[in-house]
């Protein structure tokens, strides 16, 4: 198995696998997808009732108008900074599950209105690092009368349990495909010219009574011609697929680096894997 | 109905709450909304949605809460 690296960026990678199958790159995407756990905010805890601006003494509605329920399920799907080494999950944590600073981070907020909160607003109770990464996502605005007092708990999970655990998205994997111009005989200038005019923008160029594949050296362009070679019947252009090498990019929410979260992924499947081993050894 | 700008994208995942405002106050000053969403990074067609269709609506329900 070889593999190239196309591309690492702070929450995006794209790498090109050789010499493997589609169905172990998909199990790779399912992983990233599925099995890599990190923090995200399960449990939120409102202040009912009055409450009171101790420096001006006014009074304020802990009601807002959207529904508590609401306001815990923006904080949960917002991405928090997540070590795996210096975090696990609770059922797994030496306090069996009652919470400690392994396991479990508090964040507390207090706004009152007239204004919109903003995840910057939660703050970390303890190490400043974990702060919220996108502090720019509105949670919800208050009224002049109203005020939000909270304190909320993120725990790692998975996200087989709910989305807001889900670390990585817009995984995609394709095999590698390559593109080949040949005038066949029987083929006119016209219909040569017609597949550059049906050809997703930027692909082909009919120049010269020749076409030319103008899609540059990004190996996941050339796939897109597999609906426009069926155009000619002559088999002028033709988009030759090589199922053994596939590209893989994926993207992250920033609570885990890219890297991080593919290494993540893999010990995951070689665990599963292990898990399968053993049992198959235990049969008489 | 979501009042405030969703925080994820509802199809990837893809945090993009915060780029509503961003988003709302280049448009409001006349740039093109495809333009905007562009440099804002939201590259998948998604992401963009959610942020093109959007309607805050908070603020009309916001009195009768």
Redesign the interface.
């Known amino acids: 198995m070889e593999l190239k690296l196309l591309e690492l960026g702070p929450r995006r990678l794209a790498l090109e696998l050789g010499g493997v199958s589609a169905a172990q790159s998909n199990a790779i995407r399912r992983a990233l997808l599925a099995d890599v756990p990190k923090l995200a905010i399960d449990d939120v805890e409102f202040h009912l009732g009055p409450i009171r601006d101790e420096s001006t003494g006014k009074d304020y509605d802990s009601?807002?108008?959207?529904f508590d329920e609401a306001v815990a399920l923006?904080l949960g799907?917002?991405?928090i900074p997540t070590d795996l080494g210096q975090f696990r999950r609770r059922s797994e944590c030496s306090c069996k599950g009652e919470g400690c600073a392994h396991c479990q981070v508090m964040y507390s907020i207090d706004k009152k209105g007239p204004c919109t909160v903003y995840?910057r607003d939660l703050v970390p109770l303890g190490d400043a690092e974990l702060a919220i990464?996108?502090?720019?996502?509105?949670?919800?605005?208050l009224?002049a009368r109203q005020a939000l007092l909270a304190y909320a708990t993120a725990v790692v999970g998975n996200a087989r349990d709910h989305?807001k655990w889900?670390v990585v998205?817009?995984v995609s994997i394709q095999p590698r495909a390559t593109v080949k111009i040949h005038k066949r005989s029987g083929c006119s200038a016209a219909c040569l010219k017609r597949l550059a005019e049906a050809a997703p923008e930027g692909l082909l160029e009919f120049a010269n009574d020749r076409l030319s594949y103008t899609g540059g050296d990004d190996a996941s362009r050339p796939l897109l011609l597999l609906g426009t070679q069926k155009l000619c019947e002559h088999g002028s252009l033709e988009v030759v697929v090589d199922d053994a090498d596939h590209l893989v990019t994926f993207?992250t929410?920033?609570s885990l680096s890219p890297r991080d979260a593919l290494r993540y992924a893999l010990k995951n499947l070689k665990g599963r894997f292990e898990e399968l081993r053993e049992a198959v050894q235990a049969i008489p | 109905m979501t009042m405030m700008i969703p925080v994820r994208c509802f199809t990837c995942g893809n945090v993009i709450g915060q780029h509503w405002d961003a988003f709302r106050e280049r448009t409001a000053a006349g740039e093109p909304a495809g333009q905007v969403l562009t440099e804002l990074g939201l590259s998948r067609y998604c992401c963009r949605r959610m942020i093109l269709s959007h309607v805050d609506l908070l603020d009309e329900v916001g009195p009768y809460g």
């Open positions: 009601s807002t108008s959207m923006r799907l917002l991405p995840a990464l996108e502090p720019e996502v509105p949670i919800v605005r009224g989305a889900q998205h817009a993207e929410d920033g």
